[in-house]
C-alpha cells in the first residue's frame, strides 16, 4: 500500500511557481494495477518520483509497505560507461538478487543481443528502456512505477512487455503512466487523474478516463 498524506510539490521556473502536487492525500491500494492519467505537464512524472523516493516533496509526505520499483522507463540512472550486463550486476547486488540469473533474464527479455555488453551510452532511448523494463521485471517488487516504457519498440516488444507485466501484477501492485489508452486498459483496473495539483483516485477505471478525458477538451 502506498499513502500520499498532504503531499505538496511547486517547481520555480522563469520567474514563476507551478504547483504540480497540491496537499494530495490518497491511497494506493495492495495488488492494484493504478493508472495515473492527467495532460502532458500535469505532474505525473513528478508525482511517480516522489514515490519512488528519487524526489522529494515541497511538504508531506510517502508512506508504503512493502517494496517499490524505481521508476521504470526512467534509465538515468544507468551508469553510462558500464554496459548494461554490468549495470544490471551492479543493481542486482544493491536489492539482494542472484546476479547471474537477473543478468540472464535481463538477456534475454531486452533482446539487445551484443549491445548488452556494450556501454550504455552507447545506446539509444528504446535500448535503455528495454534494459530498464527487463532489469525492474527481472526483481520482484509489491509495487512497480511505470513511466511510458511501453511506449518505446516495436508491436512485438511492446507485447512482451504488457505480457510480462500482467505476469507480475498477480502477485503485485504498480502504477502506470502511458498515454495510449490501449495499453492503459490493457494493464490497469482502476486509475486516478491528475489536474491542476489535485489527484481524483477511482477504482473503476473507465471513470478514470471519463474524467480525464472530460479535463482534456476543457
Not at 543493481?91 to 551484443?114: C, H, N, Q, T
Amino acid at each position: 500500500m502506498i499513502r500520499l498524506e498532504n503531499l505538496c510539490k511547486t517547481y520555480f521556473v522563469n520567474g514563476a511557481h507551478t504547483t504540480v502536487a497540491d496537499n494530495i492525500n490518497a491511497v494506493f491500494p495492495d495488488k492494484t494495477s493504478v493508472a495515473l492519467l492527467g495532460r502532458n505537464g500535469a505532474g505525473k512524472s513528478s508525482l511517480l518520483r516522489m514515490v519512488a523516493g528519487t524526489m522529494n516533496p515541497s511538504s508531506g509526505q510517502v508512506k508504503f509497505t512493502g517494496t517499490i520499483s524505481w521508476s521504470v522507463g526512467f534509465a538515468g540512472s544507468f551508469h553510462p560507461d558500464l554496459s548494461g550486463a554490468q549495470n544490471t550486476r551492479f543493481v542486482a547486488r544493491i536489492y539482494g538478487v542472484d546476479s547471474d540469473l537477473l543478468i540472464d533474464y535481463v538477456k534475454d527479455f531486452s533482446e539487445l543481443k551484443y549491445h548488452f555488453n556494450l556501454p550504455v551510452r552507447t545506446y539509444s532511448s528504446g535500448m535503455r528502456a528495454r534494459l530498464a523494463f527487463g532489469v525492474s521485471m527481472g526483481i520482484q517488487f509489491d509495487t512497480y512505477l511505470v513511466d511510458e516504457v511501453t511506449a518505446v519498440g516495436d508491436a512485438a516488444f511492446r507485447e512482451k512487455c504488457v505480457s510480462v507485466f500482467k505476469e507480475r501484477m498477480k502477485d503485485s501492485g504498480a502504477i502506470v503512466v502511458s498515454h495510449s489508452m490501449p495499453v492503459i486498459r490493457s494493464m490497469c483496473s482502476a486509475g486516478a487523474v491528475l489536474e491542476n495539483g489535485k489527484l481524483k483516485y477511482f477504482d473503476d477505471l473507465e471513470e478514470a478516463i471519463t474524467e480525464h478525458n472530460r479535463n482534456m477538451q476543457v
